[in-house]
T-cell receptor, first 111, second 118 residues
Framework: GESVGLHLPTLSVQEGDNSIINCAYS??????FIWYKQESGKGPQFIID?????DKRQGQRVTVLLNKTVKHLSLQIAATQPGDSAVYFC??????????FGAGTTVTVRA | SAVISQKPSRDICQRGTSLTIQCQVD?????MFWYRQQPGQSLTLIAT?????????ESGFVIDKFPISRPNLTFSTLTVSNMSPEDSSIYLC???????????????FGSGTQLSVL
């Protein structure tokens, strides 16, 4: 079946540096993508989304890039802070309302 | 956005018993979902809670094991029945909230219920 996955399960980044979290998806029909952040003991928190008719979308300190040619999604976090330490999930949707979640990347920010 | 209250936040249960998890939303929403997140894993959709009708279950999940209620547009329950240690997971309620043009629906999550089955 179709699946959404992440290239790396863990990412260690120095505080103040930029972080890049990658995600590969396999369903070319997916039309909507979301990044979630999950801190320990909490539910996933919406970060940013992007539709398939866009290549880039920016939020506060975050940017999502979508490359439909290679079915790749990335989340860039500028000036990473200790509060950014969490597990990050990408999710895709195609057709209906159901989201498929990737495996997750654990981001650890070093002081 | 939506404020989602889920309880209990955690519980430790004995094998063979059942636990009902409640989800309350601060506004009326059309779509409510229940997810499971096994330890160290991603999220898996259990079912869609339909208001006024039976829930729609995903492959691998059945009503006898995970009965769901949705009496109105702000509340739903998920019961984990006849529990075994394999049911130890985080169970998450989520709702879909769209803008006035219904073109930018977002999925918001409750804080989850951490279930441990002994």
């Amino acid at each position: 079946g179709e699946s959404v996955g992440l290239h790396l399960p863990t990412l260690s980044v120095q505080e103040g540096d930029n972080s890049i979290i990658n995600c590969a998806y396999s369903n070319s029909a997916s039309d909507y993508f979301i990044w979630y952040k999950q801190e320990s003991g909490k539910g996933p928190q919406f970060i940013i989304d992007i539709r398939s008719n866009m290549d880039k979308r920016q939020g506060q300190r975050v940017t999502v890039l979508l490359n439909k040619t290679v079915k790749h999604l990335s989340l860039q976090i500028a000036a990473t802070q200790p509060g950014d330490s969490a597990v990050y999930f990408c999710a895709e949707r195609h057709g209906d309302y159901k989201l498929s979640f990737g495996a997750g990347t654990t981001v650890t920010v070093r002081a | 956005s939506a404020v989602i209250s889920q309880k209990p936040s955690r519980d430790i249960c004995q094998r063979g018993t059942s636990l009902t998890i409640q989800c309350q939303v601060d506004s009326q929403v059309t779509m409510m979902f229940w997810y499971r997140q096994q330890p160290g894993q991603s999220l898996t959709l259990i079912a869609t809670a339909n208001q006024g009708s039976e829930a729609t279950y995903e492959s691998g999940f059945v009503i006898d094991k995970f009965p769901i209620s949705r009496p109105n547009l702000t509340f739903s329950t998920l019961t984990v029945s006849n529990m075994s240690p394999e049911d130890s997971s985080i169970y998450l309620c989520s709702v879909e909230v769209g803008d006035s043009f219904a073109t930018n629906e977002k999925l918001f999550f409750g804080s989850g219920t951490q279930l441990s089955v002994l």
